[in-house]
């Protein structure tokens, strides 16, 4: 099987589907083709990925397998071969002219984003693997803009008492940064509306903060769902004491399919101290921050909002690392020990994730919304 390796043209991208590591596995059953160019920006060139096997070649778009890390162009579908598997983060339900057009190319298309978060799965889930690393980047850019110091310090000149962090959202993202911020010696205090994070929250050395007294729905698929309004009302009153006093709130909510929810409101702004930090993980899907601005550091009321925005190719060598490992597996998932596509639909996580196939779209929610539409 052919296996290509393409280029990301979506600005600021700078990952890599397949690094040459994997590449040098993969060669065992597949041949692999690489666009030329498609590693530079990673920091993986040409000469690496000849010399573990692939070939480089501009007809990686012909192959019978292309790996993409972000959603595809009309212009690249265009070169993609009918009849050939392309698999990238598609975001169907934003994006379903780019979904009809691959139906219409007879393409069977993998959305990355819809990989069941099952145990299973797990090896194979891009988004997982990715928020971790986003979470490590948030304290890190909280540390690096913050005009304190993270841990306690005791100096000659009297005790630094240390930075107080809340995490808002204790998913993977969230997770991360708890224990990166409690490595760097922050006092750190974490909310989620799924009460089952309590325990994970503090196993990090984390202070899980709840509401109570109101009922709590539960997301599937390990996303948090969205709230009721007495729920969100109850939650900002409760975040409003802790927020006030921390020096860096790190939000961390998504709702797959729907805008962030809001979670800093103005009035939380303006109760923090000036010279404070939010980082915005949920900036690309309309912030959890009122005033976030994609890609940009803005200031409001003295409280600096990080609207960060893929974050993945900030660290885009351990990204693209982690983005191959991911596609290892899944391609192993795919195929039969003899390196042959075998696309089983009865598969759990293969209808899970297949969005189009034979010139229609398969994916059950993806058809009802597009039919709907």
Sequence with gaps: MKIGIVNEMTEGERRVSLIPDSVKRLKKNHEVILEPGAGDSAAFTDEEFTAVGATVDSSAWQADVVLKIQKPTLEEIGKLREGSLFVSLLWPLQNPELVKALAEKKVTAIGLESIPRTTLAQAMDVLSSQASLAGYW?????????????????????????????????????LQAIGTAKRLGAVVEATDVRPECKEQ????????????????KKGE???????????????????????????????????????????????????????????????????????????????????TIVGAVNISSRIYVHSSQVFSRNMEKLLGHLTTKEGELNLNMDDEIISGCVITHEGEVVHPKVKEVLNAS
């Design 221 to 303: 698929g390990g996303y948090a769902a969205e709230q009721s309004d007495e729920y969100k009302q109850k939650q900002a009153e409760m975040v409003a004491e802790h927020i006030a006093k921390a020096d860096v709130v790190i939000t961390t909510a998504l709702i797959p399919g729907r805008k962030a929810p809001i979670l800093v409101t103005e009035e939380h702004l303006k109760s923090m101290r000036s010279g404070s930090l939010v980082v915005d993980l949920a900036a690309e899907q309309g912030g959890n921050c009122e005033g976030a601005v994609p890609g940009e550091d803005a200031v409001k009321h003295g409280v």
């Design 138 to 174: 948030s304290v890190v850019a909280a540390a690096e803009r913050l005009p304190k110091i993270f841990p306690l310090m005791m100096t000659p000149a009297g005790t630094i008492s240390p930075s107080k962090i809340l995490v808002m959202g204790a998913g993977v993202a969230g």
């Design 201 to 216: 929250v503090e196993s990090l050395g984390g202070k899980f903060l709840e509401v109570e007294g109101v009922e709590v």
